[in-house]
């Protein structure tokens, strides 16, 4: 992984699209504030992808009008172990050898080992 902290990374550079939550209500079949909610729930995840922007949800968490199989478990584990949602979508975004980022292999269903590195950073 990088040597740089998850927090500090660029997440507009990490994360190719972003949905606000209108948008990724819209896609999901939900309100806005039922986004919000899975927000708080972290069912999803959400941040300020760059300055002047308001919280943004990574399009990729969202796959055939669902969260990507396998995140709300990974999203509570690592938020139990300390971690923000800047820091997850971060880490979900970078070449961790698996191969390739994390979020490419849940949306793919390969999540095991994902949920295994997971597991052992909240720890």
Do not use: C
Request: aromatic share 4%.
């Amino acid at each position: 992984m990088s040597e740089l902290p998850l927090a500090e990374h660029d997440l507009a550079a990490l994360v190719e699209e972003w949905l606000d939550w209108s948008e990724a209500g819209r896609l999901l079949g939900v309100t806005e504030a039922k986004v919000r909610t899975m927000i708080r729930d972290h069912e999803l995840a959400a941040a300020v992808p760059r300055p002047g922007a308001g919280p943004q949800v990574p399009a990729g968490f969202i796959q055939d009008g669902l969260p990507v199989k396998g995140l709300p478990g990974l999203l509570t584990v690592l938020h139990d172990g300390g971690y923000d949602d800047r820091e997850i979508i971060a880490w979900l975004h970078l070449d961790l050898d698996l191969p390739g980022r994390p979020i490419d292999a849940l949306r793919e269903n390969r999540g095991s080992e994902v949920k295994r590195r997971a597991q052992a950073m909240a720890l």
